[in-house]
């Protein structure tokens, strides 16, 4: 799945690396969940070795909410 946010630690990064700023989509008010590769690979290869049906859904979390534009100052500031 694809969506305007995927990836945004590093679309964000090359942003400031580059100089500019990053384009928030949704007046960068829309909150997410971020999470860490490390926090979330752990759950999802569980998922996948398990006997749940393939269209099963999982949601993986950090379960601390950040607005789009409150992650990317945390990016900017790191």
């Known amino acids: 799945?694809?969506?305007?946010?995927?990836?945004?630690?590093?679309?964000?990064?090359?942003?400031?690396?580059?100089?500019g700023a990053p384009t928030l989509y949704e007046d960068g008010q829309a909150i997410r969940d971020y999470v860490n590769i490390t926090t979330s690979s752990t759950p999802m290869c569980s998922c996948s070795r398990s006997n749940v049906p393939s269209a099963a859904y999982s949601n993986v979390g950090?379960?601390?909410?950040?607005?789009?534009?409150e992650f990317s100052d945390v990016v900017r500031r790191h």
Do not use: E, K, Q, V
């Open 1 to 19: 799945m694809f969506n305007a946010y995927s990836g945004a630690c590093r679309i964000f990064n090359l942003h400031y690396l580059l100089g």
């Open 62 to 69: 950090g379960g601390t909410p950040y607005t789009t534009a």
